[in-house]
């Protein structure tokens, strides 16, 4: 579990990047599960957007993804999701 001056720290550090990924009508599925847990191993932490057409509500998607990939969720603003997971061979970001 993160603690709050560590998700404050991956807050600021993903405010200015842009949802890598996209949650649609179609919601969370297998497929998409892998892509994101392969696109935490490179990148360690994104942002996912929740379309509007999108029948699950957010926080059960973030449930699914974070679930579905082992990351945490840092942060649940608006439409956006932020995710977070330590790499296992690419760790770039050093937590607080």
């Known amino acids: 579990m993160l ?6 720290f991956l ?3 993903a405010h200015h990047l842009d949802p890598i990924f996209q949650v649609g009508k179609g919601g969370v599925n297998e497929n998409m599960i892998k892509q994101i847990a ?3 191993e490179a990148r360690e ?3 996912i957007s929740v ?5 699950e509500d957010r926080t059960e998607v973030a449930d699914q993804l974070a679930n579905g990939t082992g990351a945490e969720i840092v ?4 439409n956006t999701i932020v995710l977070y997971k ?3 061979e ?4 050093i937590l607080p």
């Open 90 to 93: 690419n760790k770039t970001i």
């Open 11 to 13: 807050r600021s550090k």
């Open 38 to 40: 392969n696109a935490l």
């Open 51 to 55: 379309l509007q057409n999108c029948e």
């Open 3 to 8: 603690t709050g001056k560590q998700k404050r």
């Open 75 to 78: 942060q649940i603003i608006g």
């Open 45 to 47: 932490l994104f942002k």
């Open 86 to 88: 330590e790499s296992a």
